[in-house]
């Protein structure tokens, strides 16, 4: 769009200039023309009357008023020494005349037959201007097409990847989880890999939720509940953030799963961009949820919801974008904002409230 842009603006100054050139030619050709009439006097394209000449007025100079355009040309008289020499066509001509009298020829061109042959020339002009625009509106968008595609393909083979990803895992993950219920000894090791094998889980339904459009289903089910879930499976992978928690016993209708993954993306995201004995508070303002971590700082705040945008070498960039997809998805107005050293995420959910 800035190419196109940039070709506009160039364009809008050729067509400013070329008016400007069309409009002087024509005075330029009117000019030609009343001069060489002043000599032969026929036709009625002209009008040719007396007139009084000022002491300001030159002969066979360009004047224009309201009514017309004109020149002002001595009378002949070939009583008289004194002589004007006029440039035709056909050579040099010498008139004879009276600098001391004051009655001229005043040839004139109607103003409305001149304004007239401007505004052909303008529409004129304006229809290239129009041919030259969409012409360049085509190059600019062939040249996009051929700039993108490169990009296209690298995000199409990204999605073919996490796809396989997502097939892969799937099998050897099921497997995991199934024969972790099965066994009954319960030890610091079980609870380790328990824990790696919920993360992996975590994202795997993150991918799919990415990739796929999910199909909306409604449950009845609490606020606090949730929120309580995902804090105690972050607290031990986390154990050096503080906790603040104060969550109201909210009840929702909604697609808990999608909903789930909002609070899981939020969590994460305060989590792992948090600072050293940082904190996380969550708390319920009315139907308000507020997600509140210490942070080192976000540079554009604006950007942070964009697929793959993110601003150190950990993660995908791509949690805060299901965030905002889920969002819409769910209805729930979203906002995010920096104060000094704070995160704070707010979701407005008296949508998804239990009537």
Same mark, same amino acid.
């Not at 792992?272 to 969550?282: D, E, F, R, V």
């Given at each position: !769009? +800035?190419?196109?842009? @940039?070709?506009?603006? *160039?364009?809008?100054?050729? #067509?400013?200039? /070329?008016?400007?050139?069309?409009?002087?030619?024509?005075? =330029?050709?009117?000019?030609?023309?009343?001069? /060489?009439?002043?000599?032969?006097?026929?036709?009625?394209?002209?009008?040719?009357?007396?007139?009084?000449?000022?002491?300001?007025?030159?002969?066979?100079?360009?004047?224009?008023?309201?009514?017309?355009?004109?020149? +002002?040309?001595?009378?002949?008289?070939?009583?008289?020494?004194?002589?004007?020499?006029?440039?035709?066509?056909?050579?040099?001509?010498?008139?004879?005349?009276?600098?001391?009298?004051?009655?001229?020829?005043?040839?004139?061109?109607?103003?409305?037959?001149?304004?007239?042959?401007?505004?052909? !020339?303008?529409?004129?002009?304006?229809?290239?201007? @129009?041919?030259?625009?969409?012409?360049?509106?085509?190059?600019?968008?062939?040249?996009?097409?051929?700039?993108?595609?490169?990009?296209?393909?690298?995000?199409?083979?990204?999605?073919? *990847?996490?796809?396989?990803?997502?097939?892969?895992?799937?099998?050897?993950?099921?497997?995991?989880?199934? %024969?972790?219920?099965?066994?009954?000894?319960?030890?610091? =090791?079980? =609870?380790?890999?328990?824990?790696?094998?919920?993360?992996?889980?975590?994202?795997?339904? %993150?991918?799919? $939720?990415?990739?796929?459009?999910?199909?909306?289903?409604?449950?009845?089910?609490?606020?606090?509940?949730?929120?309580?879930?995902?804090?105690?499976?972050?607290?031990?992978?986390?154990?050096?953030?503080?906790?603040?928690?104060? $969550?109201?016993?909210?009840? #929702?209708?909604?697609? &808990?799963?999608?909903?789930?993954?909002?609070?899981?993306?939020? #969590?994460? /995201? $305060?989590?792992?961009?948090?600072?050293?004995?940082?904190?996380?508070?969550?708390?319920? =303002?009315?139907?308000?949820?507020?997600?509140? %971590?210490?942070?080192?700082?976000?540079?554009?705040?604006?950007?942070?919801?964009?697929? *793959?945008?993110?601003?150190?070498?950990?993660? #995908?960039?791509?949690?805060?974008?299901?965030?905002?997809? +889920?969002?819409?998805?769910?209805?729930?107005? &979203?906002?995010?904002?920096?104060?000094?050293?704070? @995160?704070? @995420?707010?979701?407005?959910?008296? %949508?998804?409230?239990?009537?």
């Amino acid at each position: !769009m +800035l190419f196109f842009g @940039v070709i506009l603006l *160039f364009l809008s100054y050729i #067509l400013y200039k /070329n008016i400007q050139e069309e409009t002087a030619h024509i005075r =330029e050709k009117l000019f030609l023309e009343m001069k /060489n009439y002043s000599l032969k006097a026929q036709g009625q394209r002209f009008h040719k009357e007396k007139t009084q000449k000022t002491q300001n007025q030159k002969f066979y100079t360009l004047y224009e008023d309201s009514q017309s355009l004109y020149i +002002l040309t001595p009378i002949p008289d070939s009583t008289q020494k004194e002589m004007v020499m006029i440039v035709g066509p056909m050579g040099n001509i010498v008139v004879p005349y009276s600098s001391k009298e004051t009655k001229v020829f005043k040839i004139g061109y109607p103003q409305e037959a001149y304004q007239q042959k401007l505004k052909e !020339m303008k529409v004129s002009l304006f229809w290239q201007f @129009v041919l030259f625009c969409m012409g360049a509106m085509l190059v600019s968008l062939l040249a996009a097409w051929y700039t993108l595609y490169p990009l296209r393909s690298s995000l199409r083979l990204l999605e073919d *990847f996490i796809k396989d990803i997502i097939h892969d895992l799937n099998t050897p993950l099921s497997a995991i989880m199934l %024969n972790l219920k099965m066994i009954e000894t319960r030890d610091d =090791e079980i =609870e380790c890999i328990q824990t790696a094998a919920q993360t992996i889980e975590m994202l795997h339904h %993150n991918l799919d $939720a990415y990739l796929r459009e999910q199909k909306q289903s409604s449950q009845t089910f609490y606020l606090d509940d949730v929120i309580h879930r995902y804090v105690q499976f972050f607290t031990p992978l986390y154990d050096y953030l503080y906790w603040d928690v104060k $969550a109201e016993h909210l009840e #929702l209708h909604t697609d &808990k799963q999608a909903f789930e993954r909002i609070i899981y993306n939020l #969590l994460s /995201n $305060a989590c792992k961009y948090n600072t050293s004995n940082g904190t996380i508070k969550i708390s319920i =303002e009315g139907t308000t949820l507020k997600i509140q %971590n210490s942070s080192y700082g976000v540079s554009h705040p604006q950007r942070v919801f964009e697929r *793959f945008y993110k601003e150190s070498e950990r993660g #995908l960039g791509i949690g805060l974008h299901i965030v905002d997809k +889920l969002c819409h998805t769910l209805q729930i107005e &979203k906002s995010f904002r920096v104060e000094q050293t704070e @995160v704070i @995420v707010a979701l407005e959910c008296k %949508n998804l409230l239990h009537s």
